[in-house]
């Protein structure tokens, strides 16, 4: 079946540190990627996403390269604020007629002034 | 353009007792989608209705079950509450069955069972 196995937390960084978060997949085909978000008290929100090989998908000064080859989806932010402390979800929907949203485990980031 | 909004915020049951919970996607959305987010457990697939019509189903009992109204807003019922059913349900929705299409979350209903 189809995975996602994300980078365990929780990560804690200084402002304009950089991150990454690891971010690998299992699943058949061409699956669509997706990172989303979820700031405290808040619902889930799309940060980014790639649906085809070497895709990069950027936003807020966040980006991830769909790596056909590695399995893999990373997330990268050159420059960390305390503003972008949250929890961060990995994910993808697979090909063909299923559309579900196939999360993984979370990683909770905190970023100190 | 309002988003997608979930009724009760917060519902406290006992166990044994059926929770009903209730998901409006936004304007022309189609597909709803259900998660549970447990502690422990991460965000699980649930349900998927488009056009009324239940496409797909996790990896749940069949207490949990639900529909789709011709307005496109949702139910989801859990019958016979055990107390591990105790967790943030997410409710989603996206314009169409790509899978391209992104899907938008809404707020989630808070179910503690006692």
């Known amino acids: 079946g189809n995975s996602v196995t994300q980078m365990e937390g929780p990560v804690t960084l200084s402002e304009e540190a950089f991150l990454t978060i690891n971010c690998t997949y299992t699943a058949t085909g061409y699956p669509s990627l997706f990172w989303y978000v979820q700031y405290p008290g808040e619902g889930l929100q799309l940060l980014l996403k790639a649906t085809k090989a070497d895709d990069k998908g950027s936003n807020k000064g966040f980006e991830a390269t769909y790596r056909k080859e590695t399995t893999s989806f990373h997330l990268e932010k050159g420059s960390v604020q305390v503003s972008d402390s949250a929890v961060y979800f990995c994910?993808?929907?697979?090909?063909?007629?299923?559309?579900?949203?196939?999360f993984g485990s979370g990683t909770q980031l905190t970023v100190l002034p | 353009e309002a988003g997608v909004t979930q009724s009760p915020t917060h519902l406290i049951k006992t166990r044994g007792q059926q929770a009903t919970l209730r998901c409006s996607p936004i304007s022309g959305h189609t597909s709803v989608y259900w998660y549970q987010q447990a502690l422990g457990l991460g965000l699980q697939f649930l349900l998927w209705?488009?056009?009324?019509?239940?496409?797909n189903r996790g990896n749940f009992p069949p207490r949990f079950s639900g529909r789709q109204f011709p307005n496109y807003s949702s139910e989801l019922n859990v019958n016979a509450l055990e107390l591990e059913d105790s967790a943030l349900y997410l409710c989603a929705s996206s314009e169409g069955t790509s899978g391209y299409n992104e899907q938008f979350f809404g707020p989630g209903t808070r179910l503690t069972v006692l």
């Open positions: 209705y488009d056009e009324g019509e239940e496409r």
């Open positions: 994910a993808l929907t697979p090909s063909g007629s299923a559309r579900q949203l196939t």
